[in-house]
């Protein structure tokens, strides 16, 4: 029942393409004529040429030597047909099924991707998907056209011997007893494989992410033989599954084997004509093809179920942040941002605890804490990357959870310490969230963020690639087209999460006044390490285990002597 629900849905992927899908089972249905008219034709022409009773004219020998190759002809084409038609249909429908995956996970909120890894989505979108092709291609046009190869074989062998193929489909029950016993040791051995394969993928993002890590500490002979173990577990269910697989082709050949066997039988004591002979031999083997097909057909179909439900369990995932029905446009921001008791979980683990301030349209609050007193839980909340498990969060009175995602986020910039650029040009990266950008708009945006000369001064300029995550810059450079990009965005509300804290002093001078020219004139949240950079902030928060313990100016939380102070002072002892 699992798996007739899993193949309802894998066959909704496949209506879109229900015209070729037609073509594919007619073009299968005439494969299916030429097959079962074979052994038909080899019976007439053995029996025409080799009669010695008459004599064959010049034109009847060219005709009967002509037949059995524009029969296989017909045959061949109609395979080829088929097979292109299922195969064209198996690339879209993977296609779409991972457009579709991929679609569904830009979607899913954060904690999805905090308990998930990347290795094993990647593996889905690729190797799972690829398990699905194979079915869709392959498993189909076998399943829409053996069946009908062999009714056709099945009534080509009763017009030449109705009692002969009678007893010879006594066997056929016997076929299905290897298909049913190897079907579910291929669906378990594909479902552990991919989930090694997610694991092997996993290692390798790992690895090649922090390869600078791995050299360091010289751990080279560690990673390998982590991937040499992860390895042989994959070659285990690999193996398991081709034991299983390609046990069920012989065990057939091996019935067509006997049926060949007991044509000789029956020929001996029936007197057969050797050309009733060889058409029903000919039969027989090409009847046992599509019974062997149609095993093959079941354990694809077993090994892709196992790959599909691994599909269909993260598009099945919901996710924990949408917007609402009936959720109205965020006008822009103009008198105040106000959290009002607002708590957050994480699982069972409370990170935020009636957490209340106001933030006044084009103020600066600075957020300032330990690490792990959820500085950045505050910030997560206002984009709606998380929704408070208490309390709630208004922009000039509007709920966030009663406005559209696309309207609050359009309004918000994000620089964080961590900068993520794309594997693209400088122009492209600085235009992310503006792909309508001119390129004077670009090259404005960098000249105010403090980009502009570096950027001239690489190869290609404007058009230079930065490398994966920006590798080919420095941590200076990143940021600077971080908030180049923001820049081009225009948000009013801007987030800055620790944004130079990860920079030495010289680099932190020139992104701090890329910084200062960002913040002007918008609404700031800003996250500090360094509370030299907070000093001039309208209003400081400071946290302690999620709580607020202290609120006011630096010159006011100095004053009085409490956790700011000691922060303070740790920071700026000699």
């Not at 890590?213 to 390998?224: D, T």
Request: glycine share 8%; aromatic share 8%; net charge positive.
């Amino acid at each position: 029942m699992e798996n007739l629900q899993i193949y309802r849905r894998l066959l909704a992927y496949v209506k879109p393409y229900r015209f070729r899908l037609a073509l594919g089972v007619l073009t299968g249905v005439l494969f299916a004529a030429m097959n079962g008219a074979t052994p038909l034709v080899v019976q007439k022409v053995l029996a025409n040429v080799f009669d010695t009773r008459r004599v064959l004219s010049g034109w009847e020998i060219v005709t009967y030597s002509m037949l059995l190759p524009v029969v296989f002809l017909a045959r061949g084409v109609f395979a080829y047909l088929n097979g292109y038609l299922m195969s064209w249909i198996g690339v879209h429908v993977v296609m779409d099924l991972r457009t579709r995956l991929f679609e569904h996970l830009q979607y899913l909120s954060l904690d999805f991707y905090n308990t998930t890894s990347v290795g094993d989505l990647i593996s889905r979108i690729t190797n799972d998907s690829e398990l699905v092709h194979k079915s869709v291609s392959t498993s189909l046009s076998d399943a829409l056209r053996e069946p009908f190869a062999f009714i056709g074989l099945v009534a080509s062998l009763f017009w030449l011997d109705w009692r002969f193929t009678l007893g010879a489909l006594i066997l056929f029950p016997v076929c299905t007893f290897p298909i049913a016993l190897y079907g579910r040791k291929v669906r378990h051995a594909t479902r552990r494989g991919q989930e090694n394969l997610s694991e092997l993928v996993g290692l390798l993002h790992e690895n090649f992410t922090g390869v600078r890590i791995v050299k360091a500490f010289g751990m080279e002979q560690h990673e390998i033989a982590k991937f040499r173990e992860n390895t042989r577990g994959l070659i285990r269910q690999a193996l398991k599954f081709v034991r299983a697989s390609e046990t069920v082709g012989p065990m057939i050949e091996w019935l067509s084997a006997c049926g060949v066997g007991l044509v000789f039988l029956y020929a001996y004591h029936t007197g057969m004509t050797v050309d009733k002979f060889i058409a029903l031999g000919m039969g027989m083997v090409f009847l046992y093809q599509p019974a062997k097909k149609l095993g093959k057909v079941h354990l694809t179909l077993q090994q892709s179920a196992a790959a599909a439900e691994r599909v269909f369990a993260i598009m099945d995932r919901p996710a924990t942040v949408t917007t609402r029905p009936g959720a109205r446009e965020l006008p822009p921001l103009r008198e105040r941002i106000v959290y009002e008791g607002v708590g957050f979980r994480y699982e069972k683990k409370p990170v935020l605890d009636d957490i209340s301030f106001t933030v006044p349209a084009g103020s600066v609050l600075a957020i300032v804490g330990a690490t792990g007193t959820g500085k950045t839980t505050i910030v997560n909340l206002l984009p709606r990357f998380y929704d408070p498990t208490g309390g709630r969060i208004t922009v000039d009175g509007h709920d966030l959870r009663d406005v559209t995602l696309e309207s609050l986020r359009r309004q918000i910039g994000i620089v964080t310490q961590e900068t993520i650029l794309f594997d693209d040009t400088v122009a492209n990266n600085i235009a992310y969230g503006k792909p309508s950008a001119t390129r004077g708009e670009i090259i404005e945006a960098a000249r105010r963020a403090h980009a502009d000369d570096f950027v001239r001064a690489m190869p290609q300029g404007y058009d230079s690639r930065v490398g994966d995550k920006g590798v080919r810059l420095s941590g200076g450079e990143r940021q600077r087209l971080a908030i180049a990009r923001a820049l081009l965005k225009n948000p009013p509300l801007l987030i800055l999460d620790e944004a130079t804290s990860a920079l030495d002093t010289e680099t932190e001078k020139h992104v701090q006044a890329a910084i200062d020219e960002l913040m002007r004139g918008r609404t700031v949240f800003a996250i500090a390490h360094r509370l030299s950079t907070v000093q001039h902030a309208d209003r400081i928060l400071v946290l302690e285990a999620g709580r607020i313990v202290e609120s006011g100016t630096h010159a006011e939380l100095l004053a009085r002597g409490g956790v700011y102070k000691r922060l303070h002072d740790l920071q700026f002892s000699v």
